[in-house]
C-alpha cells in the first residue's frame, strides 16, 4: 500500500512564497507523472502543475504561468511545488496526484491535501 504526503502548506501573506512537497511512503518502484492540484471552497478541483517523468515535460495553469514552479528530485522520489508571489485567490488546499508503479503495476494516488492561505 502506497500513500502520498504532502507538506509546506500554512498561512502567507500576499507575495510571499511557499514550497510543497509530495512524498510517497510504502512499496513502490518509480514515481512517474505527479501533479498539484487546488480545491478552493465552493469551486472545482483545478489542475495547476504537472511534471512528467524522464522529461516528458512540465505544463501550468495558465493562473499560475510565471510564479509557480514544479520540479523532482528522483533519487528522493519528490515532488515540489514553488509559489512565488502568492495572491489571495491561491488559498485553497492543495493535493498531490500521481503515478505510481509499484508490484502491482501502475496506479493513481492522491494525497490529503495540504491548506495554503494567503491573507494580510
Known amino acids: 500500500q502506497v500513500r502520498l504526503v504532502e507538506s509546506g502548506g500554512g498561512l502567507v501573506q500576499p507575495g510571499g512564497s511557499l514550497r510543497l512537497s509530495c512524498e510517497p511512503f510504502?512499496?513502490?518502484?518509480?514515481?512517474?507523472?505527479t501533479a498539484w492540484y487546488r480545491q478552493a471552497p465552493g469551486k472545482e478541483r483545478e489542475r495547476v502543475a504537472i511534471i512528467r517523468s524522464g522529461g516528458g515535460g512540465i505544463e501550468y495553469a495558465d493562473s499560475v504561468k510565471g510564479r509557480f514552479t514544479i520540479s523532482r528530485d528522483d533519487p528522493k522520489s519528490t515532488v515540489y511545488l514553488q509559489m512565488n508571489s502568492l495572491k489571495p485567490e491561491d488559498t485553497a488546499v492543495y493535493y498531490c496526484?500521481?503515478?505510481?508503479?509499484?508490484?502491482?503495476?501502475?496506479?493513481?494516488?492522491w494525497g490529503q491535501g495540504t491548506q495554503v492561505t494567503v491573507s494580510s
Open positions: 496526484n500521481a503515478d505510481i508503479f509499484g508490484p502491482t503495476g501502475q496506479e493513481n494516488y
Open positions: 510504502g512499496a513502490f518502484f518509480s514515481l512517474d507523472a
